[in-house]
């Protein structure tokens, strides 16, 4: 992309109205504009992060066996008052009516859909084990929408339910996703600790949360700091292996971790050594529940067993947030200058940067190199405008990208341009071929 064709309307005063630096440098960066209170556009760059981010859910809940599908936003109230939260929701739920006054909603999630669906189509435990996902746009009317996307009123979220025909079963659900999260999460570039969580209007027993350690979250956590050091990389995973899923799962939550609502002051003095102990806060990017038969036995959401008898089956239901995530990627990764992308999920993965716009050869090592790249797969944005070298660095360094090629005269009559990193700030001299090579 050439940044004279690119919609990129970067804000050179910081907006008053940004209490955390994530809103401020996605304002900044010019990734959203507020539509109304907690509802957002998002501009051509918040647009491909977000894309970014979807696309590393989206993988890896197939690797981890889920079906993708998609539901509506907009609901009926009918399954609602069947499961009894129609009335219970309150007024997150956004409700609307209409030309035939009928009770509608916007979704603030799928639990009675999804059960609607199963209950239609099946019938026999032969057609479990199944675990349906989609990533859609959700509405909540937050009583206090703040941070950006990080707490909107409409927010986009990955939402998978599970449905089993044992409790055991249902529990390996679990421990997939918790696994297929935490590398979900990895491969964004973050850590997300998962916490022992009170399971809240959705019910049930067993939850954990995913927690990005930030200053400005909003969930207080209490934990062993010894956590913090347990990593998957890339270690290769069954899904379908019980016993490797469980052994994972045992090993990200064996040590204290949890939320305030489940903290028990007690136990984290006795179990925690005291140089271990961390009271912090952080952002819930996402959250796992096994809810047994909560939603299945009013719902009549039944199969028919082995033995030939009708039972309910054992559901759970697991969320990422993905548009929150934007926000907690920028809350754990930025500097002075602004973002600093993971590779995995940054917009572009460099900048070309032009210091004598119309020189003929600068410019022509700059298509050179944007081509090159271009022919790797990569995506670079080049800034091909007629401004001060300065303006441009400072953009490039706002919106963050990995790497930057810078290429003038001067460098290019000795057969070099500059490449530099976004994170480190180092930069080294090389002729363009090699700069290219070194980012692919
Ligand atoms: P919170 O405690 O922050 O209100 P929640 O527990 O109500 O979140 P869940 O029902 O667990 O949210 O939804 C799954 C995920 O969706 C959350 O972990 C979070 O990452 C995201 N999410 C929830 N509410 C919002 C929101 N208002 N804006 C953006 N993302 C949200
Ligand atoms: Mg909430
Ligand atoms: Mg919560
Ligand atoms: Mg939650």
Redo the contacts with the bound molecule.
Sequence with gaps: MRLSRYFLPVLKENPAEAQIVSHRLMLRAGMIKQASAGIYSWLPLGYKVLRNIERIVHEEQIRAGHVPMLMPTVQSAELWRESGRYDAYGPEMLRIRDRHDRDMLFGPTNEELITDIFRAHVSSYKDLPLTLYHIQWKFRDEIRPRFGVMRGREFFMKDGYNFDLTKEDALHAYNRHLVSYIRTYERMGLQAIPMR?DS?PIGGDDTH?FLVLADTGE?EVFYDSAVTDIRLGNREINYDDVGQCRAVMEEFTALYARTDETHDEARFVEQVPAERQRRARGI?VG?IFYFGTKYSEPMGATVQGPDGKSVPVHMGSHGIGVSRLVGAIIEASHDDNGIIWPEGVTPFHCGIVNLKQGDEAADAACDGIYAALTALGLDPLYDDRKERAGGKFATMDLIGLPWRITVGPRGLKNGVVELTSRRSGESEELPPEAAVQKIA
């Design positions: 969580a809240g949360e969930s819930e959250q």
